[in-house]
C-alpha cells in the first residue's frame, strides 16, 4: 500500500468516527442558563422546592408563568426532527446537533405538525 492510499484510508476512518460519534451525543451536561438560576424570589424553602419539583417535572414540556406564558425548555438533548410543542399552538421546536432550539410561529400564526416537519399558518 503507497502512502496515497493509507492517507486516504486514515482520512475515511476519521470522517467515519465523526459521523458515528457526533449522532449519538447525549450529553447530560448541558443544561440552560435558567436552569443554574435561584429565582425563589423570597419564598419560604417549603415553596420554593415545590415550584423547583413542578418545573423539574414540566422540564422537557416548558412552563408557564403566572401570566400564562409559555417558556420553552432550552438546550435539552433530543433526537428527531421539527415538532409542534403540545399544549401551546405557536411554539415549535428543532433539534440541531442534537440539542433542541424553541421558536415561535409569528404572530396570528399557529403550528400545524405535517409529518417530519411543522408550518406556521394563519389561524
Known amino acids: 500500500m503507497n502512502f496515497k492510499n493509507f492517507i486516504f484510508c486514515f482520512l475515511i476512518i476519521v470522517i467515519l468516527f465523526q459521523v458515528v460519534f457526533s449522532q449519538d451525543n447525549n450529553d447530560s451536561s448541558t443544561e440552560s442558563i435558567d436552569d443554574n438560576i435561584d429565582d425563589s424570589n423570597g419564598q419560604d424553602d417549603n415553596?420554593?422546592?415545590?415550584?423547583?419539583?413542578?418545573?423539574?417535572?414540566?422540564?422537557?414540556?416548558?412552563?408557564?408563568?403566572?401570566?400564562?406564558?409559555?417558556?420553552?425548555?432550552?438546550?435539552?438533548?433530543?433526537?428527531?426532527?421539527?415538532?409542534?410543542?403540545?399544549?401551546?399552538?405557536?411554539?415549535?421546536?428543532?433539534?440541531i446537533h442534537g440539542t433542541s432550539h424553541y421558536s415561535r410561529c409569528p404572530s396570528g400564526n399557529i403550528c400545524k405538525q405535517q409529518g417530519d416537519r411543522i408550518r406556521c399558518i394563519r389561524r
Open 47 to 95: 415553596e420554593s422546592q415545590e415550584n423547583n419539583s413542578n418545573q423539574d417535572e414540566h422540564s422537557m414540556l416548558g412552563v408557564r408563568d403566572e401570566n400564562d406564558h409559555f417558556h420553552p425548555p432550552q438546550n435539552k438533548p433530543c433526537r428527531g426532527f421539527q415538532k409542534c410543542i403540545k399544549g401551546d399552538n405557536q411554539w415549535y421546536s428543532e433539534c
